[in-house]
């Protein structure tokens, strides 16, 4: 009886060793959007992005506060959580989401992976279903990931006043850059 005891013991520490060490996860994650017109062009950085990554599952979680978003004009970025954002009532945004070719990566072999990603982004309250292309960088003990996509600020109601809807463009370009670490949990 006492020897079972210590093989369950040996076998559900074994089995939260190599499920942890499927999971990466950041607190320094980097995103930014940038939008063009003949008026002005409009960008803004964030690098303070928090994510988790299962690379047995695929499952990738974003969050990012938007007041962490830096405007190189302080009056920008005052609008930006004032008035379209609306910042206060919805302090962040999230994607929950997943690498839909997961089995086009091996990582165990360090290289660059092209890969799709699908899920639910959350911005200024409202979800929606979207889909990118990424790129993984497998190395030793860390993962980079990017992605670049497309966002309209309509399909998450924020909403541009007619009097400077021509300084923003109809989508803005979004890039995203993870620099993954291995997760080791707190004891």
Known sequence: MKNRIIWLAMGLALSLTVQAQNRFFTKTGHIDFFSHTAVEDIKATNDQVTSFLDTS??????????RSFQFPKPLMQEHFNENYMESEKFPKASFIGKISDLKSVDFTKPGKYQVKIAGKLTIHGVTKDVEAAGE??????????????SVKPEDYDI???????????????????MNYQLYIPKK
């Open 136 to 149: 993984l960088s497998v190395d030793k003990d860390k993962i980079d990931g990017t992605s670049v996509f």
């Open 159 to 177: 909403k541009i006043p007619s009097v400077v809807k021509a300084n923003f463009a109809e989508s803005m370009k979004v890039t995203v850059q």
């Open 57 to 66: 599952t695929g499952d990738m979680v974003f969050s990012v506060l938007s």
